[in-house]
């Protein structure tokens, strides 16, 4: 009885598995748009915080569909929104933390704790969402630097940590649409040890000449770069662009 019980859970598993790697396949494809459900998160429980998230609205979230659109007619995909964003509710539970080590155990356990996450707290949004990101708002007077945001593609869901003030909208905005990138297979295209854009798939302009100073960013490549040990955190999405190996990545280029 076990046994078989035990072989019906292993095949049930193995089609969840097929069946999103399908749908990821599909999704790829481009052949419709893809929606996005943000959810807030009060990450350090500050009342400023909390003040801060009852002014949201989605047109605060609204550059960030018109940036996608804007540079997928870039290269002519066909779709004139590939990406629309919806602010879902706020969600009173903080997704799991990734592991600090990077034991390949530990990432298992931890990414299939969070899918379990996403799925017990996703509040309803007008139309199902594609990708699930979970925005962590934290007091920029107590929390001055933030620990990497994380996303992952299988599942579609990202923890994104955030400042939770309005002189940062722009700012975060970019770390968003960075960390929506990741569900959908794009990488980091910085060095991890210095945060350094790495040429030229990290440098917006790598023809550019003289190469310094850029006057972009590539979004996946974080930064602008001023110099070889030096790059700036752009302003926001509109000193951002997407190169060439990022949109072959996310299926905007053959």
Known sequence: ???????????????????????DKADLAWQHNLYVAVYPVNADGSPKVSAYLRTLTRDDFEPVADYFAEEAASYHLGLRRPIEVQLGAQVGEIPPAPPINNNVLSNIFWSLKFRVFAWRNSPNVNVKPDIRLY????????????SHSTALNKGRIGRVNLFGESAYN??????????????????????????????PDGFAEPEKVPLYPQDYAELMGGRVAISETKAEIPK?????????????????LK
């Open 1 to 23: 009885m076990w046994q078989k019980l035990r072989i019906i859970t292993l095949l049930l598993i193995l089609a969840t598995v097929v069946q999103q790697a399908w749908l």
């Open 236 to 252: 926001s999405l509109k000193y951002t662009l997407l190169g060439d190996k990022t949109a072959r990545e996310i299926g905007w």
């Open 170 to 199: 722009k700012k975060n905005l970019v770390v968003l649409a960075h960390e929506l990138l990741h569900t959908l297979n794009a990488t980091d295209k910085y060095d991890l040890n210095n945060t350094l854009p790495i040429y």
């Open 135 to 146: 925005l962590l708002y934290y007091d920029p007077a107590t929390s001055p630097r933030l």
